[in-house]
């Protein structure tokens, strides 16, 4: 027989009651929370790994405000490598392996490899390696031939200036502000190059205090992988290339092709953390915690895309998955992500609330100028497209890239999507949102009384509300003025 649970709630079915608070202001409390068991992060957010939400130019946006972004894994192993790579290459206390050529390549290829990688300068080796002089755009930007070797242009070793390995910052910084240089090669008493440190990854540094970082000082990233198909190789290449984490996204994760793909993971590509989901039970957590993951998504159908809950009637309300899966993965530590169903910040305080340590957000950053893709004009406003990874439109992409040959007519009528395609509304820059979204947990946990999240949840006492409840909740009665 069938069995029946009284109810499940989400989000706008309940609120905080407000707590005696000696917090006097926002600014006082910590939002820093765990990703997983090895990562820390300053805040609780992460952008989805959805092809409308993160790649790189996301991703950094993410790690510099504190919190991580996980790139979809809709393209293939070497696109989503060069997206990682992206992410470790744009901000490190020393770039470990800087962009290198040989003192009789040409002209021409500099330029090729300086266009192709977006860097400004190359540093030049001998055939050991040993440091011999820096190309910069500066130096090349006037000459015409380009089948001349690059040793006519840069500016020879004994021009330059050096440092070497293991200097500190703050020397490092003196030293580019005496010469008046942007690059500072690293260099062992042999002469081989070591590294590189640059005025940008410094500036960036002090920019971004409480960007989300490794400890090499390059920005955290993640990045989500399937359970068939090539996904231990593509594991393995996005652990080489730096990701910190490692997401095994699947519409329903409490599967046996989960676990078995979590087991084979913990042999060959046994680095950084493993994150898996999605689930919406403490079963189904607690069978994913057992195989021993560092953090389990939760979230069956809350997203503002999903249509898994009317296509196929299965889910759970947001809030009592987050409650139910967070108690059970608190008996062994495990953090848990509270993914989709996000609308605002009061949302996240919720989330953290009952238990979560962090938040994944797909629709509300799928709109910023950070989000892959263009802006489209609609009746005079701008929007993005903001798509559910099992819509109609991306399962075809995906079996046009992944399976050319088997895509035909009639494949559109065998696809059963369980997402929609759909516009947001343009919202301008990632971390303006971030910050409004932030902002309202800070102040949330002020009306809890609490500095930390970790007493947030301890704190925390919801109640339920009606439907009038949630009518007083909105602004009501005005008429707004835009
Ligand atoms: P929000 O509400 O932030 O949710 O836009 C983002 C999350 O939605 C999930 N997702 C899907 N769920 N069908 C689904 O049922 C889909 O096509 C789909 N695409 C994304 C995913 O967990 C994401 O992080």
């Known amino acids: 027989m069938a069995s029946f649970r009284p109810q499940g709630l989400t989000y706008d079915d309940v609120l905080l009651m407000p707590k005696r608070s000696d917090v006097a202001s926002r600014k006082h409390v910590n939002t820093s929370t765990q990703l997983s068991r090895n990562i820390t992060l300053s805040i609780p957010i992460v952008s989805a790994n959805m092809d409308t939400v993160t790649e ?12 991580i972004g996980i790139i979809h894994r809709f393209m293939s192993v070497e696109q989503q490598v060069r997206q990682v790579q992206q992410v470790k290459r744009a901000q490190s206390a020393v770039v470990e392996q800087p962009y290198t050529m040989l003192a009789n390549q040409t002209l021409s290829e500099a330029r090729h490899l300086m266009a192709e990688q977006d860097v400004t300068g190359v540093l030049v080796l001998d055939e050991r390696e040993r440091l011999v002089g820096i190309l910069t755009a500066r130096d090349i930007r006037f000459a015409t031939d380009g089948t001349q070797p690059i040793s006519n242009l840069m500016t020879p070793q004994e021009r330059l200036i ?19 240089i942007e690059k500072l090669p690293l260099v062992d008493d042999s002469g081989k190059l070591y590294g590189l ?14 960007a989300a970082r490794d400890g090499k000082g390059r920005l955290l990233v993640g990045a989500a992988i399937g359970v068939v198909g090539d996904y231990v190789e593509r594991a393995q290449a996005l652990l080489k290339a730096g990701a910190d984490a490692l997401v095994i996204d699947i519409a329903h994760g409490h599967s046996e092709g989960v676990v078995n793909a979590i087991r084979t993971l913990k042999k060959h590509a046994p680095s950084g953390d493993l994150i898996a989901g999605n689930v919406a039970t403490a079963d189904g957590t607690r069978e994913l915690v057992a195989e021993g993951v560092d953090a389990v998504k939760v979230g069956v159908g809350p997203g503002s895309i999903c249509t898994t809950r009317i296509v196929t009637g299965f889910g759970v309300p947001q809030l009592t998955a987050v409650l139910e899966c967070a108690e059970e993965a608190a008996k062994s530590g495990v953090p848990i992500i509270a993914d989709g169903g996000i609308k605002q910040s009061g949302d996240i305080t919720k989330a953290l609330a009952a238990g979560a340590g962090t938040v994944m957000i797909g629709n509300l950053l799928a709109g910023t100028r950070e989000s892959p893709g263009y802006t489209v004009l609609r009746n005079g406003q701008r929007y993005k497209i903001s798509r559910g990874m099992a819509s109609l439109s991306a399962t075809i992409g995906r079996r046009e890239r992944e399976a050319p040959e088997q895509v035909s007519d009639d494949g559109f009528n065998e696809v059963v999507p369980e997402g929609v395609e759909a516009v947001v509304p343009y919202r301008g ?4 949102i971030i910050y409004q979204l932030v902002g309202g947990v800070r102040s949330g946990m002020s009306y809890c009384g609490v500095r930390t999240l970790a007493d947030l949840r301890e704190q925390a006492e919801f109640v339920p509300i009606t439907g009038a409840g949630m009518r007083e909740s909105l602004p009501h009665d005005v008429q707004f003025l835009s």
């Not at 050096?162 to 008046?180: C, V």
């Open 197 to 210: 440190i640059t005025s940008r990854d410094l500036l960036q540094t002090n920019r971004f205090g409480n």
């Open 56 to 67: 790189a130019q996301m991703a950094i946006a993410m790690a510099r405000q504190g919190g």
């Open 429 to 432: 820059e990632v971390t303006e």
């Open 162 to 180: 050096t440092a070497a390995p293991g200097i500190e910052a703050d020397r490092a910084r003196a030293m580019l502000d005496k010469h008046k």
